[in-house]
């Protein structure tokens, strides 16, 4: 009988990047997904970025020994980086002999390719890092879009951010593995690569930076298009704007760029690296060069000291550059960032208040997008039966007759249930 496991993931999508490539090594090993109840193994990936978010990592561990009575449960990830004490602490109750086998039920082991290891070594298991053609085919299907983690950590200091911590410093997958992974994911079936990060444009290998690697991976193979995942505004250089485009939708004209307040001094509280002028001038130049471009960002509403006036210049900001998707985030008061000890926090009502009114305005930028869009040609994914996903980064509705994983430029004809419709 194959050995069994269960993977549960909180977090970021780097989160579930490492998740997932977890289990595509286990996967590649022998062994076999099942539901918690029914494995030998409980890996717990957790997440540390908000107080709320430890808090969902130990209940999640707890779930974990409830829910798999008979499985060994290994916690790691950022959760268990800057807490691993408070998961002890917090888990001793089940810390009982696992049956039969003389040791902890659970064990929390911070570091992701150490817990990896260590659910191998349970469940008798050779790992191997060559996960290319089992992302792409995972046992439950077909992924015509795959992510690759090539750079961790970062390097800079928000106030409200305890991710350096977790992650430590900023790293790089070094360019040939970085290159070879993406070869092998396309000559594997993926359409489309999305390349992640934390700081996804601190990417360096040397003196080869992001778009370095974006050119090079255009030329080691074809048939396949790239994305990237989130990207501070000080990495968009005009030498990445113009490789985008230029390559024809080969890279997508889609970027996630955080904005996080459109207010100078929040933006000076939080410890960005630009102020409203030079994120605007930025954009405007992404927009001169690439018109068809799909813009998202994240916002923080309720930052400690965030005046009415400056919620009302954030408002404003992201009407003006029109973001077709915006991550909405109330400010979380996270202990051991320096935004933790600012006095004046908003209370929980106005938080509130802030964030639905920033998601009414986000409803009416992403209907302005779509109609613009109507009418124009967008390159669509064949995801999973009936959806797609654009160039732009929307779900697609598709005709019956799908042809799984290709990449087919097709026409916008409207925007019905969440979902754009297309016709070729």
Avoid at 279 to 297: F, G, M, N, Q, S
Wanted: net charge neutral; with cysteine; proline share 5%.
């Amino acid at each position: 009988m194959a050995p069994t496991f269960h993977i549960i993931h909180l977090g970021c999508k780097v989160n579930k990047v490492e998740a997932d490539t977890m289990a595509a090594r286990l996967l590649a090993a022998g062994a076999t997904r099942t539901a918690p109840e029914d494995a030998s193994v409980v890996l717990v990936n957790t997440c540390t970025v908000t107080a709320e978010a430890d808090a969902k990592s130990r209940k999640a561990a707890h779930h974990a020994a409830r829910e798999a009575p008979h499985a060994k449960v290994i916690v790691c990830g950022c959760g268990a980086v800057t807490n691993a004490r408070q998961f002890e602490s917090d888990l001793e109750g089940l810390y009982q002999g696992w049956p039969g086998r003389g040791m902890p039920r659970i064990e929390v082991i911070p570091q992701k390719d150490a817990a990896l290891a260590r659910a191998g070594e349970l469940l008798g298991l050779t790992l191997s890092r060559d996960t290319a053609a089992t992302l792409v085919r995972v046992g439950e299907g077909f992924n015509a879009r795959v992510p690759i983690k090539v750079q961790d950590g970062c390097d800079h200091a928000c106030s409200y951010c305890i991710v350096p911590l977790a992650r430590g410093r900023a790293q790089s997958l070094p360019l040939a593995q970085a290159l070879e992974q993406i070869a092998a994911h396309a000559q594997a079936g993926a359409s489309e690569v999305i390349l992640t990060g934390i700081d996804l444009g601190s990417y360096q290998d040397g003196a080869y930076g992001l778009e370095h690697l974006l050119s090079r991976a255009l030329e080691a193979a074809d048939g396949f298009r790239l994305r990237l995942s989130s990207i501070e505004l000080p990495s968009i250089t005009d030498g990445l704007i113009q490789l985008i485009a230029a390559s024809e939708g080969r890279v997508c004209a889609h970027l996630h760029i955080p904005l996080q307040s459109g207010s100078d001094p929040v933006l000076r509280a939080m410890g960005r690296r630009y102020d409203v002028a030079t994120y605007r001038e930025r954009i405007a130049a992404i927009k001169e060069a690439l018109p068809r471009i799909a813009l998202a960002t994240d916002v923080i509403v309720g930052f400690p000291d965030e005046t009415d006036k400056d919620f009302e210049r954030t408002l404003l900001l992201c009407r003006e550059l029109g973001f077709f998707r915006i991550h909405i985030f109330p400010y979380s008061r996270r202990p051991g960032t320096s935004a933790a000890k600012l006095l004046r926090q908003i209370p929980p009502e106005l938080k509130t208040e802030r964030a639905n009114t920033l998601r009414a305005l986000a409803v009416q930028l992403k209907r302005e997008d779509v109609l613009r869009r109507v009418g124009t040609r967008e390159a669509v994914v064949y995801e999973r039966p009936h959806q797609g996903r654009s160039e732009s980064d929307y779900p697609v509705q598709l005709a019956q007759d799908t042809r799984h994983g290709d990449l087919v430029t097709m026409e916008i004809t409207g925007y019905e249930h969440g979902m754009l419709t297309v016709s070729e």
